[in-house]
C-alpha cells in the first residue's frame, strides 16, 4: 500500500512553514501568501536517532586581507555600473521587471557582448524555442555572437550541461519560473520549485565558477513571484523599471554583495535594442519648457550618480469637497505629508484642488531630498508663478516646516553646474562645526530654513506675485488663498 502523501504550508514571502493553511501568515503579516506542497518525507539521519557526524570548522579574525573579487566586464557600461563594475564568477543575479520591459533584451545584448569577447556564454531559455531567441538576435543584429543557445526546463539535465560545461562565464536562465525538478511533487512557478531550482543553480554557480544570471516574473504588486527567501538566496538583485510605452528604461539595483546598492542604469529603447543613456540629466530634461508655473528641477542622487529631473505639478479645480491625488513617480504618502505641512505652517490651502504631481522621464524617486523639489512645484502652481528655469532644488521637509540637509550636496551641485543651470536652492547650512560647501564658481546658492521662506518667494503680502490677478480671483481659479499671517511674516523676514 502506497504511502500517503504528507503536504505541508509555506508562506511565499517570508518561507514560514504552518501545519494548516491560513488567509495571514503569523510570521510576516502577509495576507493571501501561504501555498500548499509537498512535503519531504525522507529523515534525516537525526531523525533516525543516529548521532550526525561532524566535523571542527575554522574560524579566523577581521585582520586578514583580501583581494577583491575579479570582474569580467559584460561590454554594457550602465548595466557594469550597476553590478559595481562586471560580473563576478561564482555569483547568482536576480533580474526581475514588468512583462515587455526589456529583460530578455538586454540580457542577450551582454550575453552577445561577452561572446564577442571571447567569453563562453550559455544562454537557456524555458519560455521561448531556440528559433524565437535566433529571431530576437537578427532584430537586434546580433546574430553572429558566437553564444551557445538551448530551450530547455528539465533541471537534472541543465545542471548535468553545466557541471560538464567547466570554462563557462555566463549562464542566463530566462525564467526561473519555467524550471522543473522532477524530485517535487509540484508544478513548474509553484514555491517549492522555484526554491529548489534557485538552490541548485546557485550551487553550480558557486561550484564551477560562473556567473548565473536567474530571471524573475515579477507580480501585480511589482515584487518578484515566487518565495521571498529567493532574493537572500542570490547575491545581487536588479530591478527593471519603465513604462513599455515610454522609451526610457531604469535598470535599478536593490541589493548587491559585490557593490553598491540603490545604483541606476539608464537605457533607452529603440529599434535596435536597448541603447545606453551615459548622461541621464540631460535625457530627462531635454523636453522641459522652464517658464511654465508648476515645473521645477531636483537634483537628486541615485546611488552615486547625480541626476537633474523635472518635477512637474498640476492643479485643477474641485469644489466638491473630496480632492484627488493623483502621484507618478514619487510616494503618495509624502505627498500628503507635504500637502499638510504646506496648509498647516505656510497657510497655503489645496482643500479645494484636485493636485496632480509627475516625475518627468519615467524615473522613481524614493529619497526625501525631493521634498523641496515637490513643494516648489507645488506652490508655483498654486500662485501660478512659474520658478527661476536656471535654479534647482534639494532638501527634506520635517513637520514644523524646517528644511533639513541631505547627503551629498555637492554632487548635486556640481551636476547643475555642468548642465548650465545658475542657482540652487538649498537647506541653510548650520555653523555647528559643518565644513564650507564647496560649490563650484558661479552657482548662486539661495539657502531657506523653513518652508514658509520657499512660499515668501512667490507670494507678496495680499496678492499673488506674478499671477496679475486679485487674490480673490486667484484664489477662485486655483483653490490658493490670500497669505496669512504666518506669510506675511516671512516675506517681511
Excluded at 538586454?106 to 561577452?114: M, R
Excluded at 521645477?296 to 537633474?308: K, T
Excluded at 500637502?339 to 526625501?368: M, Q
Excluded at 508663478?385 to 555637492?410: C, H, K, N, Y
Aim: neutral net charge.
Amino acid at each position: 500500500m502506497a504511502a500517503r502523501p504528507v503536504f505541508r504550508f509555506v508562506c511565499g514571502q517570508c518561507g514560514a512553514v504552518t501545519g494548516k493553511w491560513a488567509g495571514r501568515c503569523e510570521s510576516c503579516g502577509e495576507w493571501n501568501s501561504i501555498s500548499e506542497e509537498p512535503a519531504e518525507q525522507a529523515p534525516g539521519i537525526a531523525a533516525k536517532g543516529v548521532k550526525s557526524a561532524h566535523r571542527k570548522i575554522a574560524f579566523t579574525d577581521l585582520a586578514g586581507e583580501a583581494a577583491p573579487p575579479p570582474r569580467a566586464p559584460t561590454g554594457i557600461a550602465e548595466l557594469d555600473r550597476v553590478l559595481g563594475g562586471g560580473l563576478v564568477p561564482g555569483s547568482a543575479i536576480l533580474l526581475g521587471g514588468d512583462p515587455g520591459i526589456g529583460k530578455s533584451t538586454i540580457l542577450l545584448q551582454a550575453a552577445a557582448s561577452l561572446a564577442n569577447l571571447g567569453k563562453r556564454v550559455l544562454y537557456i531559455s524555458g519560455e521561448e524555442a531556440v528559433e524565437q531567441v535566433r529571431m530576437r538576435a537578427r532584430r537586434l543584429g546580433l546574430s553572429g555572437a558566437k553564444m551557445e543557445l538551448a530551450a530547455a526546463i528539465n533541471l537534472r539535465d541543465i545542471i548535468g550541461s553545466l557541471e560538464a560545461a567547466g570554462d563557462a562565464t555566463l549562464v542566463v536562465i530566462d525564467s526561473i519560473q519555467t524550471m522543473w525538478l522532477d524530485e517535487i511533487d509540484s508544478a513548474p512557478g509553484t514555491v517549492s520549485q522555484v526554491r529548489a531550482c534557485s538552490f541548485e543553480l546557485i550551487r553550480a554557480a558557486k561550484t564551477r565558477g560562473f556567473a548565473v544570471v536567474l530571471v524573475g516574473h515579477v507580480t501585480k504588486d511589482g515584487a518578484i513571484a515566487g518565495p521571498r527567501v529567493l532574493e537572500h538566496m542570490v547575491d545581487a538583485v536588479l530591478y527593471f523599471e519603465g513604462d513599455r510605452g515610454h522609451q526610457f528604461r531604469i535598470l535599478r539595483g536593490v541589493k548587491n554583495r559585490f557593490g553598491a546598492t540603490d545604483e541606476i542604469g539608464v537605457f533607452e529603447m529603440g529599434e535596435m535594442g536597448l541603447t545606453e543613456v551615459p548622461n541621464p540629466s540631460a535625457l530627462f530634461l531635454a523636453e522641459r519648457r522652464g517658464n511654465i508655473a508648476g515645473s521645477a528641477v531636483f537634483a537628486g542622487l541615485e546611488g552615486s550618480r547625480p541626476v537633474l529631473v523635472e518635477i512637474q505639478c498640476l492643479l485643477a479645480p474641485n469644489p466638491s469637497g473630496s480632492p484627488r491625488r493623483s502621484v507618478i513617480g514619487w510616494d503618495s504618502g509624502r505627498l500628503s505629508m507635504l500637502l499638510a505641512v504646506l496648509e498647516t505652517r505656510c497657510g497655503v490651502r489645496f482643500n479645494a484642488t484636485d493636485v496632480y504631481l509627475n516625475v518627468a522621464g519615467g524615473l522613481r524617486i524614493s529619497e526625501p531630498a525631493a521634498d523641496l523639489a515637490v513643494a516648489a512645484a507645488l506652490v508655483s502652481a498654486a500662485y501660478d508663478t512659474p520658478t527661476d528655469p536656471g535654479m534647482v532644488f534639494f532638501g527634506e521637509v520635517g513637520l514644523s516646516g524646517e528644511i533639513r540637509q541631505v547627503a551629498q550636496a555637492e554632487a548635486r551641485l556640481k551636476e547643475a553646474e555642468k548642465l548650465g543651470f545658475d542657482s540652487a536652492c538649498l537647506p541653510r547650512r548650520v555653523a555647528r562645526g559643518n565644513r564650507p560647501l564647496a560649490a563650484p564658481a558661479g552657482l548662486i546658492l539661495r539657502e531657506i530654513g523653513h518652508l514658509s521662506d520657499l512660499v515668501a518667494r512667490f507670494a507678496a503680502p495680499g496678492a499673488p506675485a506674478g499671477s496679475g490677478k486679485p487674490a480673490t480671483q486667484a484664489s477662485s481659479a486655483r483653490g490658493a488663498v490670500t497669505p496669512t499671517s504666518s506669510q506675511a511674516g516671512a516675506a517681511a523676514r
